[in-house]
């Protein structure tokens, strides 16, 4: 067999090794609107949504944000903040029916290959970029500046006799970016 057949299987276990080694753990506490960034405050306000907005401090792995969530026309929202105020990103919950039909083929083609079953807890597009971008994009005015798009997933997945919770990324197009297992926190208390 040559050399660039060894090379392509290497670099294609390599890569689906870094697509799907990682962990992710989250930890929400509700916030109190006098402790939360002024700047953050101000681009919640700015959506011009008039629904009840609840703020939480989130501690994961990648480090600690600020998240405003709230529901607008049956769909939840959440605004995801740095600790001080710089949006990260925006997600917003969404049902197949959201999306292309060709993102939706990628994203099943992707998921039958990785998984013996799996089950989809929830979709959330996610939207990144400037302020002002996702602030146009949000209040349906056209904007020109560049933003980006992708689909995040809650699988339940199997593979072979092991079932868990993954987080996947999906790009605009239904390629895999990300994948990461969720983990729950340690209890010291038996819950029965």
């Not at 870094?18 to 700015?46: M, N």
């Not at 609840?54 to 998240?67: A, T, V």
Request: a positive charge; one cysteine or more.
């Amino acid at each position: 067999m040559s050399k660039t057949f060894f090379l392509t299987l290497f670099l294609f276990f390599y890569l689906a090794g870094c697509a799907f080694g990682q962990t992710k753990f989250e930890k929400e506490s509700r916030l109190k609107i006098r402790q939360v960034p002024l700047q953050a405050r101000l681009f919640v306000d700015s959506l011009g949504f008039q629904q009840k907005v609840k703020w939480y401090y989130e501690q994961n792995l990648q480090g600690n944000s600020i998240e405003a969530k709230f529901k607008v026309e049956r769909k939840l929202y959440s605004v995801e903040f740095d600790t001080v105020g710089n949006l990260q990103d925006i997600e917003i919950g969404i049902g197949w029916q959201d999306m292309p039909a060709a993102t939706i083929e990628n994203i099943c083609t992707a998921l039958h290959a990785q998984y013996t079953s799996f089950t989809i807890h929830k979709i959330q597009v996610q939207y990144k970029g400037e302020p002002s971008a996702l602030l146009s994009l949000l209040n349906k005015r056209q904007t020109e500046e560049p933003y980006t798009t992708n689909y995040e997933l809650i699988v339940k997945g199997r593979i072979g006799r092991n079932v868990k919770l993954y987080e996947i990324t999906f790009n605009q197009l239904g390629i895999l970016t990300d994948t990461a297992e969720i983990i729950f926190r340690n209890t010291d208390n038996l819950q029965y």
